[in-house]
């Protein structure tokens, strides 16, 4: 069965800072990753996706993640963090084929220090 | 403006009540989902649909039931054998396997 391990419930930054949010899959089958952002009291809103296109994948707001396949991770990144990247971060996962079923992380909660 | 609307926001159950959550989308996706959410364990999957007519056991469907009679409508009802229904719930559809989800903006149900 798939699964995704985020590591680090609660992560804090400066701004200005590097973020990286940490998140290790394990899956039969090279699959698709996914991160989500969720802001307080709101659903989620994707910030990228892998789907086996290029390894290094550019989302919304100066995020990125990597795939790497030999370390079963897919750990996502911004440069230098800003007050509005205060959220809730998801890593989920999802096999291939026609498999519709989603499975999510725990979860990050990431707080940005002025 | 296309979407996920989910209502009501908030929703109190009684001892031994059955209460129903809607989740309606204008999106023309065939497949919705339905996640809780509870603090520190990130989503969960109830039930999912692919398709109307037909949906599929989540990794926590016990205590809750689901209907899938029109493409745009996927209620969740959660009945009074699930024990401890509060919780933050999440309906999402996608387009296809591998397409992002689109979330509503979720229903916190609490117990009176």
């Known amino acids: 069965a798939q699964s995704v391990t985020q590591l680090g419930s609660h992560v804090s930054v400066s701004e200005g800072a590097l973020v990286l949010l940490r998140c290790n899959y394990s899956?039969?089958?090279?699959?698709?990753l996914f991160w989500y952002v969720q802001y307080p009291n709101q659903g989620l809103q994707l910030l990228l996706k892998?789907?086996?296109?290029?390894?290094l994948v550019k989302g919304i707001n100066g995020f990125e993640a990597e795939f790497k396949k030999s370390e079963t991770s897919f750990h996502l990144t911004k440069p230098s963090a800003h007050m509005s990247d205060a959220a809730e971060y998801f890593c989920?996962?999802?096999?291939?084929?026609?498999?519709?079923?989603?499975?999510f992380g725990k979860g990050t909660l990431l707080t940005v220090n002025p | 403006d296309g979407g996920i609307t989910q209502s009501p926001k908030y929703l109190f159950r009684k001892e031994g009540q059955n209460v129903t959550l809607s989740c309606e989308q204008n999106?023309?996706?065939?497949?919705m989902y339905w996640y809780r959410q509870d603090p520190g364990q990130g989503l969960r999957l109830i039930y999912y649909?692919?398709?109307?007519?037909?949906?599929q056991k989540g990794d926590i469907a016990e205590g809750y039931s689901v209907s899938r009679e029109k493409k745009e409508s996927f209620p969740l009802t959660v009945t009074s054998a699930q024990k401890n229904p509060t919780a933050f719930y999440l309906c999402?559809?996608?387009?296809?396997?591998?397409?992002?989800?689109?979330f509503g903006s979720g229903t916190q149900l609490s117990v009176l």
């Open positions: 989920a996962v999802r096999g291939r084929g026609s498999n519709y079923k989603l499975t």
């Open positions: 899956s039969s089958v090279p699959p698709y």
């Open positions: 999402a559809s996608s387009i296809a396997a591998n397409e992002k989800l689109f």
């Open positions: 649909s692919q398709i109307v007519n037909d949906f």
């Open positions: 999106l023309n996706h065939d497949a």
């Open positions: 892998y789907t086996s296109a290029a390894t």
